[in-house]
């Protein structure tokens, strides 16, 4: 069962993060949609955050386990916000059973494959050696010489955890994403299609929905608004909450 943060009364609000984050990075975002009415669930996807670990990583079983979190807590129709690859989950989720989902939100990612690009971060990870029993500091070091922009190496260090006293880890499964880092790029299937409210909204100085992408967006989700937040990369929603906020409730509303 994934663990999750419940936060407010009223209509079911899933959150899903991407690759590597955690629920942690959502708690501000629970905090307000559940003054507008929402119950938010920010759920910790498998092998990140506080959920189990588990060799079985593909887009499929983590729709399955979305499905499967919903039954536990009687949750009939939600709608979700899903960043980057928790994008892809809740495309894939909402395609699966449209049945259960009311609205779909879809942060910085598109239905199409992408090619693998987290070499680097994950040549990071790999450096830190946890058997000389680093401090943070140490950790943030090693990371430095593979990720010198200063608000990915945060978010990153967010799931370093003390495993026992003096022996810090990773909260996420570093060994399978090593192996399987290929499942996070995978596409929609061609005949995937979902025809409630869907917004997808990306970061006008990012590249990863570009308009040349709107016409498969389309076929996938006719029923689809675009927006774009400016001089925002991928991580829109830690670049400019606020405005993320606000076109997000908005649509939601």
């Known amino acids: 069962m994934l663990y999750s943060r419940i936060e407010g009364q009223g209509k079911p609000l899933l959150i899903i993060h991407g690759f590597l984050g955690m629920s942690d990075n959502w708690k501000s975002f629970g905090s307000l949609y559940a003054a507008e009415g929402f119950q938010t669930h920010i759920l910790d996807l498998r092998n990140h955050g506080k959920s189990f670990h588990s060799d079985d990583f593909t887009y ?63 040549a990071g990870l790999n450096a830190v050696d946890f058997s000389q029993k680093p401090d943070r500091a140490q950790v943030e070091e090693t990371l430095y010489p593979y990720i010198p922009d200063f608000g990915t190496r945060q978010f990153l260090m967010k799931s370093l955890y003390w495993k026992e006293p003096g022996q810090l880890a990773y909260r996420f499964n570093l060994p399978v994403f090593n192996a399987k880092i290929e499942v996070i790029g995978t596409a929609l299937p061609e005949s995937a299609y979902f025809e409630n409210p869907t917004l997808f909204i990306r970061g006008g100085n990012s590249n990863y929905i570009l308009d040349s992408d709107l016409p498969e967006i389309k076929k996938h989700f006719p029923n689809f608004e675009l927006a774009t937040i400016p001089n925002v990369g991928h991580w829109l929603h830690a670049e400019n909450p606020k405005t993320f906020f606000e076109e997000t409730a908005k649509f939601l509303k």
């Open 60 to 122: 499929d079983i983590m729709a399955q386990d979305v499905l499967e979190y919903c039954q536990e807590n009687n949750l009939e129709k939600v709608s979700i916000i899903g960043h980057s690859m928790g994008g892809k989950v809740a495309m894939l989720f909402a395609i699966t059973y449209p049945e259960r989902v009311d609205k779909l939100i879809v942060a910085d990612i598109g239905p199409k494959y992408y090619a693998p690009h987290h070499q680097e971060i994950l």
